[in-house]
């Protein structure tokens, strides 16, 4: 790929970022099915092999930007309700319900309690009885890294925490929750409370994560509550 923009071509890393993009067969695949990201074949691929995603359900996709998982399953499972959130814009979906915001703030997490038809129990946000709740959380929100592994591995595991707050509140009996985690000794500690709510647990980096990614995912399956 020749590189004709003389400001891009200067920078190592833009180059070496656009050079991957050229040689990568998911981004020429995601370009072929539509797709607006090659993210969109690691729920396609995470699905494929657990089938948790059905119509009709409610599925909530944190850290959605720039919407290729909310993209994917308003295709392949009209019937169901998504909502997305971000905090980026995104271009609007069909079928698509999308917040910007931070999902880390009080705000967000009232606008998306009040969406999905449950609740919370963070004192001071919501103090309803959960109504009905959601059939599938995902979640690949991620931090802006630093390049400190041990400092972008805390960063992450944050943003894990907070997911998993939120779906342990909202999650109906026998939901679904799937998370980006990154690889690092304290995934293992939240792996194992994960394990205590659900019928079945794994830890899985899917085959269109780049191989230098340290990104994995968490698939957890059957809450018990």
């Not at 690889?183 to 994960?194: E, P």
């Not at 205590?196 to 399956?221: G, L, Q, T």
Request: with cysteine.
């Amino acid at each position: 790929m020749k590189i004709t923009n003389k400001k891009i071509a200067k920078s190592k890393s833009a180059t070496a970022w656009l050079q991957r993009q050229a040689s990568d067969p998911y981004v020429a695949r995601a370009q072929k099915d539509g797709y607006r990201a090659r993210a969109a074949y690691k729920i396609i691929e995470i699905n494929d092999k657990y089938k948790f995603l059905k119509n009709g359900q409610t599925v909530v996709d944190l850290g959605a930007a720039p919407g290729s998982w909310s993209q994917y399953i308003a295709k392949e499972f009209p019937k169901s309700k998504v909502i997305a959130m971000d905090l980026l814009d995104i271009k609007p979906i069909p079928g698509v319900e999308f917040y910007q915001g931070d999902f880390t703030e009080d705000a967000a997490l009232e606008w998306l309690n009040k969406t999905v038809g449950a609740c919370c129990a963070r004192p001071g946000v919501c103090n309803t009885p959960l109504q009905s709740g959601v059939d599938v959380i995902l979640s690949d929100m991620a931090p802006n890294t630093c390049g400190h592994q041990k400092t972008d591995h805390l960063r992450q595991m944050t943003l894990l925490e907070y997911a998993w707050d939120f779906a342990r509140e909202t999650l109906k009996p026998g939901g679904t929750f799937v998370a980006k985690s990154f690889t690092g000794g304290t995934t293992n500690s939240i792996l194992a409370d994960i394990k205590k709510h659900f019928e079945k647990v794994a830890h899985i980096k899917p085959a269109s994560s780049r191989k230098d990614s340290v990104e994995m995912f968490i698939v957890a399956i059957g809450f018990k509550g």
